[in-house]
């Protein structure tokens, strides 16, 4: 018999690898989360002992034999997920097998997060535009188009869409037009991070689907790269999703925390990019507050 798991906070199923050193992915998702009052359940995609970025020979233990394994052992325990919540993923399988467990909780009333992480603006990795990135392209499309959010960055927004991808900055007539572009691929509301939009300021646009608008949240810019960040943003995007702020509240608070774990590690220039940024001393305060600044206009 199928016992019922009650959920007294939002619970959240993260889909993500877990990189031991670097802060991305689940060590950056399960303490955000957490620390909004939020519980996460991980559904690890692979081990690596560090991320891919500036790291050289980095291990990397595939799980995608256990993904389906981990779900159907949930299914039976009756697990109800308030939202699916999915980043980096190692292979086309794991997006097919992710798709059906997205598809499913959907209908039971998840919020479905997908960031399509296919590589990065300012970071390109190595394998950035390989055979393996393109052949997840297809894949990550499908989850788009199911998904509730999608945060791509600049470059994935211009794989998704099939714009070309420019480190220029980006006025707003184009911005409209990735958010109008992804948004035709099926998500309701669509956040594309890390956007250029003057040669000294950054922004994150958002499209929310309920009201037809479309925003910019201000960043704030700093000029040197930051690595993990997208990880940090959605992650937060997240849990504000989960307690009832609106789409563009939850990109604003997300937007204000990444510039405070900016700020706290520009006073550090001895943390190395790949090291991630200093986001662990801003959790205990910042989520217990109540005056966020408003980083926004509508566009
Ligand atoms: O979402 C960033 C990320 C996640 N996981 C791994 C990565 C990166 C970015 O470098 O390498 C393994």
Same mark, same amino acid.
Request: net charge negative; glycine share 8%.
């Given at each position: 018999?199928? +016992? +019922? ?19 991305? *992915?689940?060590? +950056? ?5 957490? /620390? ?9 995609? /692979? ?35 308030? /939202?699916?919540? *999915? ?39 190595? %394998? ?42 980006? *006025? ?35 499209? %929310? ?51 405070? /774990? ?30 966020? %600044? ?6």
């Amino acid at each position: 018999m199928t +016992e +019922e798991i009650a959920n007294i906070i939002p619970k959240v199923c993260a889909v993500h690898d877990i990189s031991g050193f670097g802060k991305v *992915s689940l060590t +950056e998702v399960i303490p955000i989360l957490s /620390a909004m009052g939020v519980e996460v359940c991980p559904l690890p995609t /692979a081990v690596l002992s560090t991320h891919t970025f500036e790291f050289e020979n980095y291990t990397f233990c595939d799980l995608t034999g256990e993904m389906q394994k981990i779900i159907d052992h949930w299914e039976k325990i009756g697990l109800k997920f308030d /939202a699916v919540y *999915s980043g980096y993923m190692g292979s086309a399988e794991q997006i097919r097998i992710l798709k059906g467990f997205m598809q499913k909780a959907g209908q039971n009333g998840a919020l479905l997060v997908v960031d399509p992480v296919m590589g990065d603006n300012i970071l390109s990795s190595r %394998d950035f535009y390989s055979e393996k990135v393109l052949g997840m392209l297809g894949g990550m499309k499908e989850l788009c188009s199911i998904a509730d959010i999608i945060t791509p960055n600049v470059t994935e927004a211009c794989l998704l869409t099939g714009e070309k991808y420019s480190s220029r900055p980006v *006025s707003n007539s184009k911005i409209k037009r990735y958010l109008k572009k992804l948004a035709a691929l099926g998500a309701k509301y669509v956040v594309i991070t890390s956007v250029m939009d003057s040669e000294n300021s950054m922004c994150v646009a958002v499209y %929310d689907g309920d009201t037809g608008k479309y925003y910019k949240v201000n960043c704030g810019f700093v000029n040197r790269p930051f690595h993990g960040t997208g990880d940090i943003y959605t992650s937060v995007l997240t849990g504000a999703m989960l307690k009832g702020l609106s789409i563009i509240e939850a990109a604003n608070l997300a937007a204000g925390f990444v510039y405070k /774990a900016i700020q706290l590690t520009i006073r550090h220039p001895e943390i190395r990019v790949r090291e991630g940024v200093l986001f662990e001393p801003a959790l205990s305060t910042y989520f217990s507050r109540d005056d966020y %600044d408003k980083r926004y206009v509508e566009i």
